[in-house]
């Protein structure tokens, strides 16, 4: 596995070995801490590095940070800039993965939020594909729920509630399936193990709204605009049914890591057709032509490292 090069620690670029945090750290022994997920995009032909919406991941970090009661006295412009400092120190020139994280940084005993210091880690790896088959995936129903707002709050990225997506894909990958739907406590079906999903039916796209115990998904934020701005698509926010993914047209998933990946089996039935149907197809063009800097119309959704 890639270590990092560097991380930013403690207010400063470091090498990665030097960043240390102790074994009694709070976010360490309690998951409470809060991180981000950001990707940097090479693009071969102008021979730069451009990482995908940095303002709108760090407005989510720092959202995710309030809601465990941390400040750090950032923003997401000084963040965006940090990020920027990191990736110019590292010199890559090939896809990465931005790993923001800020945590409970006091060592001791006591479960709290309050009367505890807060920091921030960042720190960028080498990064190709996330998720195994993501042109055709076979996916089944985890039998683990998603966190709920009053559990874990599901729309921050709080890193004690992936200890809940981790038994989601370790089930899945077990299984022999390459991921996993999760239902909320009501039933519906909102996400994948660190995913957010999408359905075509008839030719509208639907989506489960915020509300539906989902994350504040960027890439969600990004395809439901290239949806209607550039597919001249219907985009419905509601609600989607177990019983619906066994009939609807196409089914996809989307996600920092996972990008936007197909999934065209549920539980042994063929979704649609059973492969990749046209408006996954088309949206993971546009999708990965804007993230790599090649569609002019949406270059303010990337910045150049
Ligand atoms: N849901 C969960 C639980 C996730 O961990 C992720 C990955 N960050 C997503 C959805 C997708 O969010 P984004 O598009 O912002 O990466």
Request: glycine share 8%; with cysteine.
């Amino acid at each position: 596995m890639d270590l990092p090069i560097h991380a930013y620690f403690q207010g400063k670029i470091v090498p990665y070995a030097d960043a240390h945090v102790g074994v009694a750290t709070h976010g360490l022994n309690y998951g409470t801490a809060a991180f981000g997920g950001l990707r940097g995009y090479w693009n071969e032909a102008r021979q730069s590095l451009f990482v995908f919406r940095p303002h709108d991941h760090f407005r989510r970090l720092l959202n995710s940070a309030k809601i465990l009661c941390m400040d750090i006295g950032e923003t997401p412009e000084s963040l965006t800039q940090i990020t920027l400092d990191l990736l110019r120190a590292d010199g890559y020139r090939r896809d990465v993965y931005i790993r923001p994280l800020v945590y409970k940084a006091s060592e001791g005993i006591g479960v709290r939020l309050h009367d505890l210091e807060d920091a921030i880690t960042i720190f960028a790896l080498p990064f190709n594909g996330y998720m195994k088959n993501d042109s055709g995936a076979h996916v089944t129903v985890s039998s683990w729920r998603r966190v709920d707002d009053n559990t874990i709050p599901a729309r921050g990225k709080i890193s004690g509630a992936y200890a809940s997506s981790a038994l989601v894909k370790t089930d899945a990958a077990r299984a022999g399936f390459d991921e996993a739907l999760l239902l909320d406590q009501a039933g519906h079906v909102v996400e994948g193990s660190a995913m957010n999903v999408f359905m075509v039916r008839d030719g509208v796209l639907i989506t489960p709204p915020i509300t539906d115990n989902i994350l504040e998904g960027i890439t969600r934020r990004s395809i439901i605009e290239l949806a209607r701005a550039e597919l001249g698509l219907t985009v419905l926010e509601r609600s989607i049914d177990r019983s619906e993914v066994f009939i609807c047209d196409e089914f996809f998933m989307t996600g920092t890591a996972a990008q936007v990946a197909a999934v065209t089996k549920v539980d042994y039935r063929p979704v649609g057709a059973g492969v990749m149907g046209p408006i996954t197809a088309q949206l993971r063009t546009l999708f990965d032509d804007i993230v790599r800097g090649k569609n002019p119309r949406y270059a303010q959704w990337i910045t150049a490292v």
